[in-house]
């Protein structure tokens, strides 16, 4: 007798696909016809001031897209967590010449429809919109500019500064230098206006933890071609001419932002002695070597989508980023008055690879954060050093303090 056991089996799994087809067809079809969460979409401009520039090393050139790449790399984080809250980022750049009017193309970021603008243009740049975007709801975050004067007698209520000042990396300096007993200081300081910014910064910095600059020394620039009219011999010849018969001192302290002669200073020298300031071992608020408290988590990600290790402007730019996804997060929307509100509370804190939360100065909305000694190798050491204390935040013991400020916020 022939089983009926296998046509038995076949019509009963025919009954359950159809069972199951049935079943789903419904579901699928309001699913499909759920209308998705529309996601919120926050725009972010940065604008910048770019041309190519020189350096007297090749090495120093800054790259094409340095703080740009710090701030796309932040956008992908950003987007990474936002994706599952219906949240997406975009980053919108827009580029002046330095010194240029950028009134015309921050206007224009307007009618996009950016309302935060991260800005690495020049602390006359930065002021000449600074009024413009409050009385449009746009934050801006000063990225680039170290001025102590954005934060002092210029400082503006919706302008917040991820970049340190000159203050704070001067003192971050002073205090590594004081810590290991090099008290007594020589400063050189180049003939521009930026150069004799820092060299204020070193001075103030100097009074201010105790050490002495035992002699100044100008270098002019007479404006001639960096690299064809300053040849290795030449230089060797000249720097130690340049810092021939100084008072006995501890370290060379160089102030040449400009980048006209700091880095010919180091190792040519007529008295052995370390340098320190722009050239030599330099305080910054990030190093490319910067490893510890998760760093190098930060620095494989950056490296892998750019093939270039993270610069301090980059970790400038891609905080300010972070602290817009943070914000537009926490607060669940992108109103820039909800995002302002946000940032401004008292609990208020970002990760920054740093071994500390940072937080805001509520003074003058500058952001605290160590800064970081290093040379063209390594760091060096971070400060505030052991022994400065402050009695809310060590950080504070950099750069301008409550009780100094200038700033009236309105």
Same mark, same amino acid.
């Given at each position: 007798?022939?089983?009926?056991?296998?046509?038995?089996?076949?019509?009963?799994?025919?009954?359950?696909?159809?069972?199951?087809?049935?079943?789903?067809?419904?579901?699928?079809?309001?699913?499909?016809?759920?209308?998705?969460?529309?996601?919120v979409e926050t725009r972010i401009g940065y604008l910048r001031a770019y041309e190519p520039q020189l350096a007297l090393s090749?090495?120093?050139? $800054?790259?094409?897209?340095?703080?740009?790449?710090?701030?796309n790399v932040a956008i992908n984080d950003n987007n990474t967590t936002g994706k599952f809250l219906g949240q997406s980022f975009a980053l919108d750049v827009t580029e002046a010449k330095f010194d240029a009017d950028v009134v015309?193309?921050?206007?224009?970021?307007?009618?996009?429809?950016?309302?935060?603008?991260?800005?690495?243009?020049?602390?006359?740049?930065?002021?000449?919109?600074?009024?413009?975007?409050?009385?449009?709801?746009?934050?801006?975050?000063?990225?680039?500019?170290?001025?102590?004067?954005?934060?002092?007698?210029?400082?503006?209520?919706?302008?917040?500064?991820?970049?340190?000042t000159r203050s704070m990396l001067a003192d971050g300096l002073a205090q590594y230098l004081v810590w290991k007993q090099w008290r007594k200081w020589v400063l050189l300081h180049g003939s521009h206006e930026r150069d004799k910014l820092y060299a204020d910064a070193i001075r103030r910095a100097a009074t201010r933890f105790g050490a002495t600059i035992v002699e100044e020394r100008l270098y002019e620039d007479k404006g001639t071609a960096r690299r064809t009219d300053t040849g290795v011999i030449q230089v060797q010849k000249q720097m130690p001419v340049f810092t021939q018969n100084l008072p006995e001192h501890d370290v060379v302290i160089v102030a040449d932002e400009s980048e006209v002669f700091g880095s010919?200073? $180091?190792?040519?020298?007529?008295?052995?002695?370390?340098?320190?300031?722009?050239?030599?071992?330099?305080?910054s608020s990030w190093h490319p070597a910067s490893e510890q408290w998760g760093g190098s988590q930060i620095q494989n990600r950056f490296f892998k989508a750019t093939g270039r290790r993270m610069l301090s402007k980059d970790m400038q730019a891609w905080t300010a980023v972070r602290i817009l996804g943070e914000a537009v997060t926490r607060?669940?929307?992108?109103? $820039?008055?909800?995002?302002e509100n946000f940032i401004k509370a008292d609990d208020f804190s970002i990760a920054a690879f740093k071994g500390q939360k940072l937080s805001f100065r509520t003074w003058n909305w500058q952001l605290r954060? $160590?800064?970081?000694?290093?040379?063209?190798?390594?760091?060096?050491?971070?400060?505030?050093?052991?022994?400065?204390?402050?009695?809310?935040?060590?950080?504070?013991?950099?750069?301008?303090?409550?009780?100094?400020t200038k700033c009236t916020l309105n």
């Open positions: 007798m022939k089983s009926t056991v296998p046509y038995t089996l076949s019509v009963l799994f025919g009954f359950f696909l159809l069972f199951v087809n049935v079943s789903d067809g419904p579901a699928q079809e309001a699913a499909t016809n759920k209308p998705a969460k529309p996601a090749v090495l120093d050139i $800054p790259p094409r897209d340095e703080g740009v790449a710090g701030a015309p193309v921050f206007k224009e970021m307007l009618a996009r429809g950016d309302r935060f603008i991260l800005a690495d243009i020049s602390a006359k740049q930065l002021l000449s919109i600074a009024d413009l975007a409050r009385e449009s709801g746009v934050l801006l975050f000063n990225v680039g500019a170290t001025d102590d004067s954005l934060r002092e007698d210029q400082c503006r209520s919706n302008v917040f500064h991820t970049a340190p010919y200073v $180091p190792y040519r020298t007529w008295t052995p002695r370390p340098v320190a300031g722009t050239a030599g071992l330099v305080p607060s669940k929307g992108n109103d $820039p008055k909800q995002v954060q $160590p800064i970081i000694i290093g040379d063209g190798h390594g760091v060096v050491s971070t400060s505030p050093q052991e022994g400065f204390l402050h009695q809310f935040s060590e950080l504070d013991t950099l750069g301008v303090d409550k009780p100094e």
